[in-house]
């Protein structure tokens, strides 16, 4: 009799707690249906093609197996890209790194006038990559920028044509990616910073540690889960870098700054290839998957402990 | 002004064709997906709108200007893919015969048929516009790629003579470094190094150019002569300035007009420049064939490429088609574009002299098979081997591969892009 009444209690409150249970799910579903097509779906899609002999246009009647791959990896100018990639990620995060932890450090000694610096370093983030890389193209033009300036002025011996150079173009794309986010990078740090416990600085002050010492001993490695953050950040940036090389050099001079998405577009929209431009289209995936899943994994992983 | 225009076509197109004046005149529309967008195309392109426009069809514009036309292509795909194409688009070489490949394209055999297109148009051409046996696509004008355009004080100062041959060439390319200049005007980009490659090529021969670039023979493709080849694009370098990189071919153009470059080896697409700077062919500049190649024609022809459509639109597809091959049509387009007609019975008269030469070349080319695809535009070699070329003679250009590991490089890429 008791088992009966509470089974009918249960039944009348039911709808209420189904509701409560099912609205975030009616809520998230249609953003879920979106992101499962358009992101998990369209990945797939690229998935097959890279498989088939596509050219033109998607083509499901001819299957290559991994062939696409293959001549993927025997074109020179994937491993130039390839090339190109390792020494622009590197160089990037690096160099970003670097310079937003310093300026960070340095706008968080309590100086007078942070409001105006803070947002003067961050404002080029505010740019497109176009936009950076068509200034930073006509800055280093020897004929117009920098070198002709100098020149102008009177430095006579001043050279700076890197750009025009094979060997070291590369190079100016990162001098430009650097400029464009390093001030995000700092704005991160800078968040961190501001985040660690006063006590503990305190603590340490009483104890007679220098500043340098607190910062290297404490603070900076307070900010381990910035740092992550902000190496997903910029190596995600890194492997899609695409518009900034695009507006700069289009791949020249020769072959010299190719990137892997530039490769991708080229390959597929101008060289009738559709199916290696899946093919490395995939393999840029399978390198952001690299990046992210052990960052998820770890943070995920540190909230269940 | 407008008048007589209109009057001038409407007689032309009456007189020719007698066809899209009565059989499709009044109602339709088409649908025209091209990249000719700078100042001098879309007045070009203008003629034809008008001509259309004053037989009752509407003209609706779809620019898709970048990248040479690939951004257009991109924006083909699209269409096409969405069962949905345009009613004509303009397209180059072997873009046309893939589209064709795929099935989607339309057939202009009953205007063709009844105008003697066969009879006109240059046979190299044909191989292009038509796809077995149909005609698919309707050619608007012929560019030839092997032209030297060379500024006329430039000229008389390193001595007056023009360059017949390639020592002859590199004897006046040396006087004008001596006189302070930089001889060669070139952008660095792809497709332009492609480009005088192509005339280099070319200049080593006529079955040299057919074997190699056409043929894709990997004999020709890694031999002796084409190691010369890519000797003469190395000499050929020593005259560039050191900021050539990058730059855009009008750019170049405009260092000819300044007086600040000798000669820019380019399509006669340049001319345009050199008119619109107001420039005269002869007294300001001079037009000749890349040293050498004198009688024979590389070509890159704009064509529209018209697509499968409903039989509402199939009249106003037709009357387009009728309308660019109307040898008045041809002649009042090709002088504002610089080119020449696409046909070879169009009176030169309307022309400039370079404008004449290239009309005789053409001819001259045509019945001697002489006339040839360029490589650089997309007329000799489908996209992807084109741009494997294109990968190999930048590089070398730009000084990354010495000229036997380019006749080596060049070989390898050729197959692995067939592959």
Redesign the interface.
Known sequence: MADATTTARSVVANPRATLQDLLPKIVLAPSFAVILIFVYGFIAFTAVLSFSGS????DFSTWVGFGNYV?LF????WMVALKNLAIFSILYIVICSVIGLALAIFLDQKIRGEGVLRPIYLYPMALSFIVTGVAW?WFL???IGLEHVMQSIGWESFSF?W??D?KMAIYTIVIAAVWQSSGFVMAMFLAGLRGVDNEIIKAAQIDGASTFVIYRRIIIPLMRPVFLSAFVVLAHLAIKSYDLVVAM??G?????TWTPALFMQ?FT?????MGMGAASAIIMMMMIFAIIVPYLYSELGGKKQ | MLRKLLIGTMLGSALTAGYAASTYAAGGSVEVLHWWTSGGEAAALDVLKKKLESQGVTWKDMPVAG?GG?AA??AL?AR??AGDPPTAVQALGFDIT??A??GVVGDLGEVADKEGWDKVVPTALQNFAKHDGKWIAAPVNVHSTNWVWISKKALDAAGGKTPENWDELIAVLDKMKANGITPLAHG???WQDATIFDAVVLSLGTDFYKSSMIDNDPAALGGEKMVEAFDRMAKLKSYVD??F??RDWNLASAMVIEGKAGMQMMGDWAKGEFLKAGQKPGSDFVCIRFPGTQGSVTFNSDMFMMFKVGDDKKAAQLTMASDIESPDFQSSFNVVKGSVPARTDVPDTAFDDCGKKGIKDLAEANSSGKLFGSMAHGYAV???VK?AMY?VI??H????LDSKAAAA?LVE?VA??K?
């Open positions: 050219k033109l246009l998607p001549r025997n074109h020179p100018n193209k033009d020897p004929g044509r750009i025009k094979g050099t289009d020249g001079p020769g072959t010299a080229k929209f101008g060289r009738n290839e | 990248g690939e292509m991109t795909r096409v893919t893939d589209w490949k795929q660095g980009q792809a050191k900021d990189s990058g489908p996209a992807a741009n990968d930048t590089r250009f730009n000084g990354e490089a890429a692995a892009a592959g």
